[in-house]
Structure formats: C-alpha cells, structure tokens
C-alpha cells in the first residue's frame, strides 16, 4: 500500500511540476504574439512529453541525484515514508504557487523538501556541503548566467540584423471606443446643450504593439524564417525542461525495485503532460506577458539561451531549473530593452526565497506524521 502511495504521490508531483512549468518553454511564443495560446500550449506539451522519453537514456544522473543520494544514508533512501514526504512536500509547495499564479521552481521545492525530511530524519548527519555544491550553487548561478548570455547574444544578434539591413516596422492594435462629447445650438434666446456620443479610434497601450522584421534572408522572407526559428527555440526549451524534470521526479521511484524505471518515466511524463493541459494558464500569463514586452526576435533569443543551458545542465547531471534560467533570460532581454517590470520580477523573486523554506516544513511535517505510524 506505501508503494503504490508513493507512485500517486510521485505523479501528484509531475502533474503539479506540468501545470507550474510546462507553459514556461513557449512563453515567449504567446508573449511576442507569434501564435496564440492554444497552439503554444500543444507544442509545449508534445516537446516537453518528448524530452521526458528522451530522458530515459540520457539523464541517469539526475535520477541517482533526486534520490537523495549522497545527502543522506543510503538505508534511509530506501524508505518509502522518506521518498513519499519529499514528493508530497514539493508538491504542495508548486501546488500553492500555481494556484496564485507564480512561477517557482520544481526543482527549488525538491531541494527544499529533500532538506526538510532529510535533517528531521538524520540530523547533523545529513550532507551540508554536497547540498550546497550539487544542488544549491547551480540554482543560485544559472539564472545569473542566463540573464547575462541573453542580454549578450541579444545585442549581437541586434547588430547582426542591422548589418544585414533587416529593419523593425511595428504595427498598434487599434479599436473602437464612444466617448461624451458636447454639442451646441446657438439660437437668438438660449444656448441649448446637448448630449451624444462619438465614435473615435483608440491607440492602445504601447506594450501591445507588434514589431516585426522587414527584409529577405537568402530570397525569404526574415520574419517566416524567424517564426520557424522561434518555434523550433521553444521546442528546444520545452525538450530540456523535459529532459531535466523527468528524471528528478523518477528519482523518488528508484526505492520501488519492482518497477522498471522506463514505466516510471512514462507515468511522470504523461501526468505532466496532463497538468500542462489542464492548469498552466494562470502561470503562463505572468511569465509570457508580465516580465517584459517582446517581439519575436527577443522571444528567440531568450528561448535559445534557455534551452542551451538547460540541455547542457542535463547531460552533465546538474539540477538547474528551467525557470530560473527561463526567467533569467527574458529578463535579460528587458533589461537590454528597458522594458522590463521590475516589481513582477521582484516577485518571483521573493516566491523562490520562499520555495525552499515552505517546501522542507511541508516536507519535514509530513515525514514526521509518517514515522508516527
């Protein structure tokens, strides 16, 4: 019964993991208006299903480390009340920050909660440094390093276009509004006033206009060529947030010796190809539009830093998050633009200080109700 509490608990985790994250890759897709939020969401979900079986033989590493492996003894590993109070306490916490619309970490809330079960179960024993080292250093650095490649390989993309000779032309969506205007009729006894209303044409806020690239590439059209490229960015994106998630989750399945990792994969897979569907809007909002304005040659940038990082991350074992990196490079891009909202960013940036505290107390809770029984 514990075993299969955990297998639940575990998709619990993927599924919440799809609805917080799965939106992330093909954020800038929606954000720069290249294609429209049901099509971003089904390109997400099958590049990102993808990774998660490209996992399976590329990404061994991150299992071994998600299990906990090195940060406590390995008898403890192999308790299932141990496995089950990381999953279910990471889960909880990117639950909570789905429903209030912040984009956290899965990662950061699996650190937090391996943190919390493992002190309460080990104390002191528990491995401080490698906690530090494995875990903690490429959360803290990635996103750093993200912001600063994107704003760096967007300003050489910018002078390379302009070398070219492709140009920006932007387009304002324009509508309707009636406002109170006042009419007068002069006679020779009165002035009579009165009310009606007036058709006008409205230029809406500058954040919703559309640029575009002008210009031929090879007899092209530039700006075909660059949607194609930012789809396949976002592909790349959703790919290595698949290729990197997976594992992590599959993690806490290695102590079900009875089950073959490949059938642990898949279940994490589709539960969070599921959770993506169903859930990831509310997030996905906040991440496409609020950070930053862009077009979709800011939007390609961001996403082919991203996927670069977190692709390499991945094969070299390295438990980066693809929403620090993801929100590190679109940040970078409104940094080099000027546009960026600054008190959104600060946001995201006081939910992920409070991932990992909220994470290990659910974690460390739950852990201690089940050694009660």
């Known amino acids: ?13 993927a599924y919440t993991n799809g609805a917080n994250d799965n939106f992330k890759g093909v954020a800038t897709l929606f954000g720069s208006g290249t294609t429209n939020y049901k099509r971003a969401i089904a390109w997400a979900t099958a590049t990102t299903f993808a990774g ?22 390995d008898t403890l590993i192999q308790s299932p009340a141990f496995a089950i109070s990381i999953a279910i306490g990471a889960a909880l916490t ?80 324009l509508g309707s509004e009636k406002i109170p205007v006042v009419k007068t009729i002069n006679t020779n006894e009165f002035v009579a006033i009165q009310s009606g209303t007036l058709k006008t044409i409205k230029i809406l806020d500058k954040k919703e206009c559309i640029e575009t690239y002008n210009g031929k590439l090879m007899g092209l059209n530039s700006q075909k060529i660059l949607d194609l490229m930012h789809f396949i960015s976002a592909g790349i994106v959703s790919f290595a947030r698949g290729l990197n998630d997976t ?13 073959d990792i490949k059938w642990g994969m898949s279940a994490v897979a589709i539960a ?38 977190v692709t390499t991350a991945s094969i070299h074992g390295l438990p980066v998050s693809t929403t620090h ?26 939910s992920w200080l409070l991932t990992l505290p909220i994470a290990a107390i659910f974690s460390a809770a739950i852990y201690w109700v089940l050694l009660q029984f």
């Open 272 to 309: 969070m190809a599921v959770g993506g569907v169903l859930n990831a809007k509310k997030v996905g909002k906040i991440i496409s539009k609020k950070i930053t304005p862009m077009n979709s040659g800011q939007g390609f940038t961001a996403n082919l830093v991203t996927g670069l990082l």
């Open 1 to 13: 019964m514990i075993l299969i509490i955990l297998f639940l608990a575990a998709c619990f985790l």
């Open 247 to 259: 594992p992590k989750i599959v993690g806490l399945l290695i102590v079900i010796n009875t089950l």
């Open 52 to 73: 998660s079986i490209a996992a399976i033989f590329l990404a061994s590493t991150l299992v071994k480390n998600f299990s906990g492996k090195g940060l406590v003894p």
């Open 94 to 173: 990117v639950f909570l920050a789905t429903k209030i619309g912040m984009p956290i970490s899965t990662t950061h809330s699996l650190v937090g909660a391996l943190f919390g079960s493992g002190v309460v179960a080990v104390g002191a024993n528990f491995n401080f440094a490698k906690l530090g080292s494995t875990f903690l250093m490429p959360l803290i650095v990635s996103p750093l390093m993200a912001a600063i490649i994107s704003l760096l390989v967007y300003i050489i993309f910018r002078k390379a276009r302009m070398a070219m000779g492709l140009s920006k032309q932007s387009y304002i969506y």
């Open 325 to 350: 990196v993801s929100v590190g490079s679109i940040f970078g891009i409104g940094t080099v633009t000027k546009k960026a909202d600054l008190k959104v960013v600060r946001n995201i940036l006081v």
